[in-house]
T-cell receptor, first 111, second 110 residues
Framework: DTEVTQTPKHLVMGMTNKKSLKCEQH?????MYWYKQKAKKPPELMFV???????INESVPSRFSPECPNSSLLNLHLHALQPEDSALYLC??????????FGSGTRLTVV | TQLLEQSPQFLSIQEGENLTVYCNSS?????LQWYRQEPGEGPVLLVT?????EVKKLKRLTFQFGDARKDSSLHITAAQPGDTGLYLC??????????FGAGTTVTVRA
């Protein structure tokens, strides 16, 4: 299995809702990432987990809460988001500092 | 401030023409990657270059890593409509942070 699987593919949520994005990989990669991508812009790093521990938080607002339950799973919990948080959220994994694999993303719309 | 400067931002060419995309930085990277992204999908890794001066070929795509590991280029020969997409360069410093260039939107007209 050489894929990163993200669910759901699309999500529409209200500003008072709580939802979660899920990411799964079975390549044995020890690092997992969350990126946010706005239209016509490059992906921007949000969080890095290394060996299931949060190693990098790029000053992301607390309404985004990452969780790494085990080495194959990565979640992003969302609460009280704003319309400007609407974007494509990408999960990625890597074994070392090369050869990152990205998922297809979750298209999030906050209404 | 973008760590990687990518140019041009947009490229529109006729099928059969050649094109080159550039990625430059003042930083030295342990590795540099090129991705292609379709609308609504995640980036797909095309190649990783690691050694200064390295040249890699992937069918009609040629990737070059500068001797000082600060810059890279992607050259496509005889472009086809299927090459249309957003091309992103990305570099890794000495941590796990993969930093992207702004991207080049390539359109190949039939």
């Amino acid at each position: 299995d050489t894929e990163v699987t993200q669910t759901p593919k699309h999500l529409v949520m209200g500003m008072t809702n709580k939802k979660s994005l899920k990411c799964e990989q079975h390549m044995g990669h020890r690092a997992m990432y969350w990126y946010k991508q706005k239209a016509k812009k490059p992906p921007e790093l949000m969080f890095v987990y290394s060996y299931e521990k949060l190693s990098i938080n790029e000053s992301v607002p607390s309404r985004f809460s990452p969780e790494c339950p085990n080495s194959s799973l990565l979640n992003l919990h969302l609460h009280a988001l704003q319309p400007e948080d609407s974007a494509l959220y990408l999960c990625a994994s890597s074994q070392d500092l090369k050869d990152y694999t990205f998922g297809s993303g979750t298209r999030l719309t906050v209404v | 401030t973008q760590l990687l400067e990518q140019s041009p931002q947009f490229l529109s060419i006729q099928e059969g023409e050649n094109l080159t995309v550039y990625c430059n930085s003042s930083s030295v990277f342990s590795s540099l990657q090129w991705y292609r992204q379709e609308p609504g999908e995640g980036p797909v890794l095309l190649v990783t270059v690691v050694t200064g001066g390295e040249v890699k070929k992937l069918k009609r795509l040629t990737f070059q890593f500068g001797d000082a590991r600060k810059d890279s280029s992607l050259h496509i020969t005889a472009a086809q409509p299927g090459d249309t997409g957003l091309y992103l360069c990305a570099g890794v410093l000495n941590d796990y942070k993969l930093s992207f260039g702004a991207g080049t939107t390539v359109t190949v007209r039939a």
